[in-house]
Structure formats: structure tokens, C-alpha cells
């Protein structure tokens, strides 16, 4: 059994920070891609940012330059650093991973519970 753990969001002023965090545990061979999106109210869950195994990030354009996403291969956690907060960027934002349990079977999308971000004008 796989879970993905976040770290509380919470209530921030606009122009402040917040970081995220995301832990996987459970039978896991290794950890590919993995990610975090956010669903604003009324939206459909969106990318944010997105590292890849050997590191490389993508983001999403209205984030860039804001955002940073990281992560530790070792502790099996993704780390998403949150800078020069909107009231736009507020929402329910989800850590996923693409984990293989086995060495011989296709990796699998795993997502966390949601984690509340709201940032206040």
C-alpha cells in the first residue's frame, strides 16, 4: 500500500510564502516523476510544477518565477517552496507521484489527500 502524505497549507497574506511538503511511504521500488497541482474553486485541477527523477522541473506559467519545486530522493518527499503569494493561487493543491512497487511492474499515479492554501488580499 502506497500513501502520499502533505503537509498542512493554511491562511497566508498575500505576498507571503508557504512550503508544502509531500512524503510517500509504503511498498515502493522507486519514485519516477513526481508533482504538484492545485484546484482552485470552481476549476479543474491544474499542474503547478512537475521534477522529474534526475531532477528536471517544469512549471506551470503562472507560477513561474515563484515557485520552486525540489525533492528528496532519500526521504522519498517533494517539496513545493511558495513565494510572492496571489489570492489566485488559492485552492486545494495535490502531490502525485508516479511510483513502481516492483522492479517489473508499470509505474502508477498515486495522489495525496489535498492540502488547503489560502492566500488573503
Known amino acids: 500500500q502506497v500513501q502520499l502524505v502533505e503537509s498542512e497549507g493554511g491562511l497566508v497574506q498575500a505576498g507571503g510564502s508557504l512550503t508544502l511538503s509531500c512524503t510517500a511511504s509504503?511498498?515502493?521500488?522507486?519514485?519516477?516523476?513526481m508533482a504538484w497541482y492545485c484546484q482552485a474553486p470552481g476549476k479543474q485541477r491544474e499542474l503547478v510544477a512537475s521534477?522529474?527523477?534526475?531532477?528536471?522541473?517544469n512549471y506551470g506559467d503562472s507560477v513561474k518565477g515563484r515557485f520552486t519545486i525540489s525533492r528528496d530522493n532519500a526521504k522519498k518527499t517533494v517539496y513545493l517552496q511558495m513565494n510572492d503569494l496571489k489570492p489566485e493561487d488559492t485552492g486545494v493543491y495535490y502531490c502525485?507521484?508516479?511510483?513502481?512497487?516492483?522492479?517489473?511492474?508499470?509505474?502508477?499515479?498515486?495522489w495525496g489527500q489535498g492540502t488547503q492554501v489560502t492566500v488573503s488580499s
Open positions: 502525485a507521484a508516479d511510483i513502481k512497487i516492483t522492479a517489473f511492474r508499470l509505474s502508477t499515479k498515486y
Open positions: 521534477i522529474g527523477s534526475g531532477g528536471s522541473t
Open positions: 509504503g511498498t515502493i521500488f522507486n519514485i519516477n516523476a
